[in-house]
């Protein structure tokens, strides 16, 4: 897990998720196939959150990109498509999203039919115009965006909460101390 997913996890743990970070989704070759990926090993979802609560599974792809012009947004889809294929391609988000969910309840991680949402986290968005057309195809699509707004709210709110010996709570800490008091 990088550094940036192990940030995402610790924020959503805060919110009452269990994470598998890297999960691999057991594609069965006929599922392989449905999908045109006859060879594929099995699929890897950066993070994948649980809360027994609301028996709600989320689908969690993190792209930091903050050195680079950052996720891009063109002729209605996440540029390039081929790096974000669960966003770009219904037919291997149903197949992997559908098996994700038999997977856990198979090993008793969710109760039965649980809620699967797809979500990208997103460090650097290339423009507002992109992040406007993004949030809106994203929740057309019934799927979550959290851009870098997301990652502030959270990380200041972690920074107001007793000490946790955790790097994202730390660093939190250290760079909004301070800030907001007269």
Same mark, same amino acid.
């Given at each position: 897990?990088?550094?940036?997913?192990?940030?995402?996890?610790?924020?959503?743990?805060?919110?009452?998720?269990?994470?598998?970070?890297?999960?691999?989704?057991? *594609?069965? %070759?006929?599922?392989?196939?449905?999908?045109?990926?006859?060879?594929? =090993?099995?699929? $890897?979802?950066? +993070? &994948? !959150?649980?809360?027994?609560?609301?028996?709600?599974?989320?689908?969690?792809?993190?792209?930091?990109?903050?050195?680079?012009?950052?996720?891009?947004?063109?002729?209605?889809?996440?540029?390039?498509?081929?790096?974000?294929?669960?966003?770009?391609?219904?037919?291997?988000?149903?197949?992997?999203?559908?098996? *994700?969910? %038999?997977?856990?309840?198979?090993?008793?991680?969710?109760?039965?039919? =649980?809620?699967? $949402?797809?979500? +990208? &986290? !997103?460090?650097?968005?290339?423009?507002?115009?992109?992040?406007?057309?993004?949030?809106?195809?994203?929740?057309?699509?019934?799927?979550?965006?959290?851009?870098?707004?997301?990652?502030?709210?959270?990380?200041?709110?972690?920074?107001?909460?007793?000490?946790?010996?955790?790097?994202?709570?730390?660093?939190?800490?250290?760079?909004?101390?301070?800030?907001?008091?007269?």
């Amino acid at each position: 897990m990088d550094a940036f997913e192990s940030l995402v996890a610790t924020l959503l743990r805060r919110e009452g998720y269990w994470i598998w970070p890297s999960f691999k989704v057991e *594609l069965t %070759k006929e599922e392989k196939r449905a999908i045109g990926r006859h060879s594929s =090993p099995r699929w $890897e979802i950066d +993070l &994948v !959150a649980y809360k027994g609560s609301t028996n709600e599974v989320l689908a969690v792809e993190c792209k930091s990109f903050l050195n680079s012009p950052g996720v891009g947004f063109r002729d209605g889809c996440l540029d390039p498509p081929a790096r974000y294929k669960l966003f770009s391609d219904a037919k291997l988000r149903e197949v992997v999203l559908r098996r *994700l969910a %038999k997977q856990l309840r198979e090993v008793g991680a969710c109760a039965p039919k =649980p809620k699967i $949402e797809l979500w +990208l &986290v !997103a460090g650097h968005i290339h423009s507002s115009a992109d992040r406007q057309a993004m949030a809106s195809h994203f929740t057309r699509n019934g799927w979550r965006l959290c851009d870098d707004s997301w990652l502030r709210e959270r990380l200041v709110t972690a920074s107001k909460a007793g000490y946790e010996n955790d790097v994202a709570h730390v660093v939190a800490k250290l760079l909004l101390k301070g800030i907001g008091k007269a």
